[in-house]
């Protein structure tokens, strides 16, 4: 029985102290708890999901978004670059973390993207070894799918790229919406092949989603029912809820400071571990764990200085980094020529959708309402000229960022725009991506129509060029962070959001798709009079995130800007680690998640070759 009290953590030898219960965290605990000798001890600040429907149920996929028992509901400061908005920042909350709030696509980069990590001055990281760890995250388990329809849909997958015997389960949905065939003939029509098989480090191309759902249950397969809940019979997996790390504890020991205690919050009360004998992780997502490592004196001094928290090791990058695909949605009123998520509004259609769920995990709420992705490459979206323009934007100077007046942060963003240029001048790289939700995806900025059908296009950055940063809002450890993604600091970001927007616009208006548009709901035909810079100001208007934050605790050279090192350690101590995705230097051309499960994998054995060599 792995749950514990916090009265009840004194009594065990604890070998590790994971903090924070999300994607990453759960895959690390369950692997390093293997060994029956290894004590692991996680602690998370939310609960435990069992039989949730809003998670469980593909159908309801977004459904959980500002519960505020399932997600953190982050929001960041005012983006002055987009109409000084202020945009939710959705994050997962609970054991699993955002692989239970997640769109359930599950998407990889690119090989050279994966590669650049390696470049980036990180052994050992690059394609070959992540797509290991991928696999063996994972078991794909294939759905029926008659050879007419594997051609419309883009289906052949090399089973030597997917996993056969991992936690994670994952399949392609059961059903396939008509409009998803004329959508990817249309993108052909266009220059953008169908790509049958995304997985293996070709990415670019009409795609159809994989996604995390157990086909034989019809339920969503994340971190907390793949990795934890099998193993609840160990007794050396711990497991504390509704617990709230404030800090790590410090003492200086051989010129680096090593944990030799983390404090939480519980019930009201502050407790303590300590006496733990190997390591401390922290786990926590690109956005608390830049928080945590503040709040316990690692980081920025200047930042540190604000709060009254004396500075433990010096590093600038902590929090610096932020970088999430942005984008913006597009939605076209289309014929009715097939039941959509906008037909669910009708409360008996509802009813029987779900009861076919429940008696034959068939029907609309067993499958997904987003499993078209087109991504997209510079030279889709836009000329040579523009090309060029862009890559001349991809300098230290062209981004308004702390990089510009620190030393170690300009070095490394210039080594990352520098690799970024060689994917922009790329045909095979995807700069772009349009995310096909079938119906009105659920926009605060659109207004659905009942009775009315139609298609949505969220048109989203791959690689955006702006840098953004989550520091601190306040000493207080249960206060937000202030995150700042910076949105446009780098003004291509908004030209490239732009161009993506022209294209999904001139899809809806290409064979075969244009014969099922009925016309324009958002953006309208006002804004679509003005031109391009009618669309510029519908984008700072309207701008948002895709939910893959990541870099904030980047896996760099200390000396650009780092707060890992290829081993995943904080720099200047002696046993603290980060296992999430903030370590990723760079944005991705994918959904984060896949890589987030192999990220644990690969940190598990990182951990037991260093403790426990063979």
Same mark, same amino acid.
């Not at 510009?404 to 790329?426: D, M, W």
């Given at each position: 029985?792995?749950?514990?009290t ?9 070998d ?30 939310g609960?435990?999901?069992v039989?949730?429907?809003v998670?469980?149920?593909?159908? +309801?996929?977004?459904r ?6 399932? #997600?953190? /509901? ?23 973390g ?13 090989? %050279? ?20 760890? /991928?696999?063996?995250?994972?078991t +794909? ?12 849909y ?31 003939? =249309? ?6 092949p ?19 759902? #157990?086909?034989? /249950? =019809? ?5 907390s029912?793949?990795?934890? %809940?099998?193993?609840?019979?160990? $007794? ?22 090593k ?17 733990v004998?190997? %390591? ?5 997502? /690109?956005?608390q764990t ?16 604000k ?14 980094n ?13 014929k ?8 669910l ?19 609309? +709420?067993?499958?997904i ?6 991504f997209?490459?510079? %030279? ?10 862009w ?6 100077? $062209? ?11 300009r ?11 060689e ?23 659109a207004?659905f ?25 306040s ?11 910076? +949105? ?10 732009v161009?993506?927007i ?11 798709l ?5 016309g324009p709901?958002?953006? $309208? ?5 003005k ?27 200390r ?6 090192d ?13 296992v999430d ?12 998640? $896949? ?9 598990? #054995? ?9």
């Amino acid at each position: 029985m792995p749950f514990v009290t916090a009265a009840k953590i004194q009594s065990h030898r604890i070998d590790y102290v994971i903090i924070g219960g999300g994607t990453a965290g759960l895959v690390l605990a369950a692997r390093l708890t293997e060994d029956p000798n290894v004590t692991v001890l996680v602690i998370e600040a939310g609960t435990h999901h069992v039989e949730e429907p809003v998670i469980d149920v593909p159908g +309801y996929m977004g459904r959980g978004i500002a519960n505020p028992k399932l #997600d953190w /509901t982050f929001l960041t400061v005012p983006q002055k670059r987009a109409n000084n908005n202020v945009v939710l920042q959705p994050r997962g909350k609970g054991l699993g973390g955002s692989s239970h709030a997640n769109f359930l696509g599950m998407f990889r980069p690119s090989k %050279e993207e994966l590669d650049a990590l390696e470049v980036l001055g990180n052994k050992g990281w690059n394609w070959d070894s992540l797509l290991h760890y /991928t696999k063996k995250s994972e078991t +794909y388990v294939p759905v029926p799918i008659s050879d007419e329809d594997a051609e419309k849909y883009a289906i052949k997958l090399d089973p030597t790229l997917h996993g056969t015997d991992g936690p994670l389960k994952k399949s392609f949905t059961k059903e396939w919406p008509k409009i998803h065939e004329s959508t990817f003939l =249309a993108a052909e029509s266009l220059g953008v092949p169908k790509n049958p098989e995304p997985s293996g480090g070709r990415n670019l191309g009409a795609v159809s989603a994989l996604i995390s759902v #157990d086909p034989v /249950t =019809a339920k969503r397969s994340y971190a907390s029912p793949a990795y934890l %809940e099998p193993n609840l019979h160990r $007794s050396n997996l711990l497991v504390l809820i509704e617990a709230h790390v404030t800090k790590i504890i410090f003492e200086e020991a051989a010129g680096l400071q090593k944990a030799v205690g983390v404090e939480f919050l519980k019930d009201g009360t502050v407790h303590r571990v300590v006496g733990v004998q190997r %390591e401390y992780i922290i786990a926590a997502g /690109t956005f608390q764990t830049p928080q945590i490592l503040e709040l316990s004196g690692v980081g920025n001094p200047d930042i540190l200085h604000k709060f009254g928290i004396k500075p433990l090791v010096d590093l600038p990058g902590v929090g610096e980094n932020l970088q999430d695909h942005v984008g913006v949605s597009t939605i076209v009123e289309v014929k009715p020529i097939e039941v959509t998520v906008d037909d669910l509004v009708d409360p008996e259609l509802a009813k029987k959708h779900e009861e076919l769920y429940k008696e034959k995990q068939e029907g609309f +709420y067993a499958m997904i309402p987003a499993s078209g992705n087109i991504f997209l490459s510079a %030279e889709h979206i836009g000329s040579d000229s523009d090309v060029k323009n862009w890559q001349e934007h991809m300098h230290t100077q $062209s981004t308004e960022t702390l990089a510009k007046v620190n030393p170690a942060l300009r070095s490394g963003l210039e080594k990352q725009y520098a690799i970024q240029r060689e994917l922009f001048a790329s045909k095979e790289q995807a700069q772009a991506e349009v995310l096909q939700y079938v119906g009105h995806q659920p926009v605060p900025y659109a207004k659905f129509t009942p009775g009315k059908h139609y298609n949505s296009f969220f048109c989203a950055l791959m690689h955006p060029l702006s840098r953004g940063s989550v520091h601190l809002a306040s000493s207080d450890p249960l206060a937000s962070p202030a995150i700042d993604p910076n +949105y446009f600091a780098n003004e291509a970001d908004l030209d490239l959001v732009v161009h993506t927007i022209e294209f999904a616009l001139k899809l809806n208006k290409t064979p075969p798709l244009d014969a099922l548009v009925i016309g324009p709901h958002i953006p $309208s035909k006002e804004v679509l009079e003005k031109g391009k810079a009618g669309l510029e100001e519908y984008v700072k208007a309207n701008c948002g995130p895709v939910f893959h934050p990541v870099g904030t605790a980047s896996m760099l050279p200390r000396e650009d800007g780092g707060v890992v090192d290829a081993t995943l350690k904080v720099y200047g101590t002696s046993n603290v680690r980060v296992v999430d995705a903030s370590i990723l230097p760079m944005e991705l051309s994918c959904h984060i998640q $896949s890589l987030t499960y192999a990220i644990g994998e690969k940190a598990a #054995d990182i951990l037991k070759s260093e403790h426990f060599p063979a």
